[in-house]
């Protein structure tokens, strides 16, 4: 298979899991990711511009070391996408709150120096965001269209609310990554599916 039918593919393969599929409001920081708002009058997201963001996210996760990467999250559906990326890659993961003074207060037990952070919303993880711009850490956060970014070094605009669209952002990354290392060609599929790493719902949550 050459690269471009892989790329094609893979277009294809993401476009059905809703991850270009925003919210209702726009702020003036996603509006250049934006490409026209949907009949329900969602905002939709240009898939081309997040597929190079992950590009670029994997070129600069890759240069600092996937061991030096700090992956936090308070947001539930994300985590099960966290914890597989962290587990294929082994990067640091913090799941649920995040526990004031990690990235800044060198006397507490749990804190820790990462070279970089990354998010999955900068609503829901803006203590991690607080801690790193103190700490002169970059970071990198997945942004929906209702997302304030000014403290993001480096935006991927997806839908960071479903748990499909979740699931896919962290496998594209992950797959990037590997083929940045040179552990997977281009035009290769990666031994994980996007199931793998998408939070599963209990019985109980569906009633």
Same mark, same amino acid.
């Given at each position: 298979?050459?690269?471009?039918?892989?790329?094609?593919?893979?277009?294809?393969?993401?476009? $059905?899991?809703?991850?270009?599929?925003?919210?209702?409001?726009? $702020?003036?920081?996603?509006?250049?990711?934006?490409?026209?708002?949907?009949?329900?009058?969602?905002?939709?997201?240009?898939?081309?511009?997040?597929?190079?963001?992950?590009? $670029?996210?994997?070129?600069?996760?890759?240069?600092?070391? $996937?061991?030096?990467?700090?992956?936090?999250?308070?947001?539930?559906?994300?985590?099960?996408?966290?914890?597989?990326?962290?587990?294929?890659?082994?990067?640091?993961?913090?799941?649920?709150?995040?526990?004031?003074?990690?990235?800044?207060?060198?006397?507490?037990?749990?804190?820790?120096?990462?070279?970089?952070?990354?998010?999955?919303?900068?609503?829901?993880?803006?203590?991690?965001?607080?801690?790193?711009?103190?700490?002169?850490?970059?970071?990198?956060?997945?942004?929906?269209?209702?997302?304030?970014?000014?403290?993001?070094?480096?935006?991927?605009?997806?839908?960071?609310?479903?748990?499909?669209?979740?699931?896919?952002?962290?496998?594209?990354?992950?797959?990037?990554?590997?083929?940045?290392?040179?552990?997977?060609?281009?035009?290769?599929?990666?031994?994980?599916?996007?199931?793998?790493?998408?939070?599963?719902?209990?019985?109980?949550?569906?009633?």
């Amino acid at each position: 298979m050459s690269e471009q039918t892989e790329i094609t593919d893979i277009k294809k393969k993401v476009l $059905t899991t809703g991850i270009r599929v925003g919210t209702q409001v726009k $702020t003036k920081f996603m509006v250049p990711f934006i490409t026209k708002a949907s009949p329900e009058g969602l905002y939709m997201l240009d898939l081309d511009i997040t597929l190079e963001k992950i590009q $670029t996210a994997a070129k600069f996760i890759n240069r600092l070391g $996937t061991d030096n990467l700090i992956v936090c999250t308070g947001r539930q559906y994300a985590e099960t996408p966290v914890e597989k990326f962290c587990e294929i890659l082994g990067s640091k993961q913090l799941l649920g709150r995040f526990m004031p003074g990690t990235l800044t207060n060198p006397s507490l037990p749990y804190y820790i120096e990462p070279k970089l952070v990354f998010i999955s919303d900068p609503q829901v993880d803006e203590q991690a965001i607080i801690e790193a711009t103190n700490a002169g850490i970059p970071i990198i956060g997945i942004s929906n269209t209702d997302n304030l970014t000014s403290n993001l070094d480096l935006v991927i605009p997806a839908n960071n609310r479903g748990r499909k669209a979740l699931a896919t952002v962290y496998w594209l990354l992950v797959r990037q990554i590997l083929i940045e290392k040179g552990e997977l060609k281009e035009n290769e599929s990666m031994k994980y599916d996007i199931d793998d790493f998408e939070t599963k719902i209990t019985e109980e949550e569906i009633e």
